[in-house]
């Protein structure tokens, strides 16, 4: 464990504002603050139990922090090799050049499989943990998706179910800050209370984007999200080794960078060993099948589906 102390961000007051692409939204009303569930470590029942209700976890310092930011060092490391890094900084800045090529390591195992980021998302701490989430011997994905965000970069709203929802659906996600993120830097915002969105669970949450060969992302507009669909935004200021875990059917999305830092994320998947894997995501060396396996497959648009789910 890191012996350095480093104060926790203070809480977000009500009336802060989350500046989300070109829409900005308002802590107390349209947003609210993750809730910390790190006072419950090493109460399973506990745990479950706030899973099954809020259909999240944040735990705040979950990996060691000098074990969370020694991943990072490594995967600038690598963006400095590939040119990504402004001159005149530090790696450990992270600073984009003008560039501001955003990086996702997942193939690149020398990387994204490197000891440092192992020792993170592999880590006894880690296997522990949904060890005894779970009740039994764990296993995670080959793939690993380490992703370097530079400004714009984002991701959309989604749930995990559309890729990475074959075989058994107790899966878990865990989302991994290994730099600081605050709400300028791109942090991973939540729909609160869509794990439990029977509409979407009956219809989106049927899909899987590479057999019926559907575009995977629900919506790219969080104002929609909040005003037609009526769920609550939640988000948090992470700090290296906080990370979020969530069930296959959490409506989820990055906010778009603004920084010229790089945002540096890991989100790794963990199951039963003896449920049913996805056979996509396990192969040597970078080998897996992964999604868009369809080469040249046109992929039916997700408003097609949506009228047709009657979601509109
Ligand atoms: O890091 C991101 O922007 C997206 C992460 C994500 O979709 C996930 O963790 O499942
Ligand atoms: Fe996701």
Known sequence: MSTS??????????????????????????VVELQDSSALMGDFDALRQRMKA???LFLRGFHPRDKASQAALVTLEAIGER?????????????????????????DVEISH???????VDGPHTFRF????????????????????????SNFFHYDSAYVGRGTLNRYTMWSALTDID???????????????????????????????I??????????????????LATAHFQPGDVI?????????????????????IDTRYQLAADEKDERFFGEQGNWMGNFYNKGATYTPIEKMRAEWQLD
């Open 130 to 153: 949904f060890e005894q989430f779970l009740g039994g011997p764990v296993i995670t994905f080959d793939k690993r998706w380490l992703r370097a965000m530079a400004q714009g970069g």
């Open 54 to 56: 809020e259909g999240y």
């Open 215 to 232: 575009d995977p992302v629900f919506s790219k507009d969080a104002y929609e999200m909040v005003h037609k669909f009526g769920f609550k």
């Open 83 to 107: 040119g990504g890094l402004a001159s005149d900084t530090a790696i450990s800045e992270g600073m984009a050049n003008a560039e501001n090529k955003s990086f996702g390591f997942f193939r």
């Open 114 to 120: 490197s000891p440092a980021v192992l020792e993170v």
């Open 183 to 213: 709400l300028e830097n791109g942090p991973l915002v939540i729909c609160l209370g869509s794990h439990k969105d029977e509409r979407l669970k009956q219809t989106y949450g049927q899909i899987d984007m590479d057999r019926d060969l």
């Open 5 to 30: 102390i480093v104060p926790r961000p203070e809480p977000i007051r009500d009336g802060t504002l989350l500046h989300f692409g070109e829409q900005t939204f308002m802590f107390g009303k349209e």
């Open 245 to 265: 875990i969530f069930g296959l059917f959490m409506m989820h999305s990055s906010v778009p960078n603004l920084t010229n830092r790089y945002r540096i994320s």
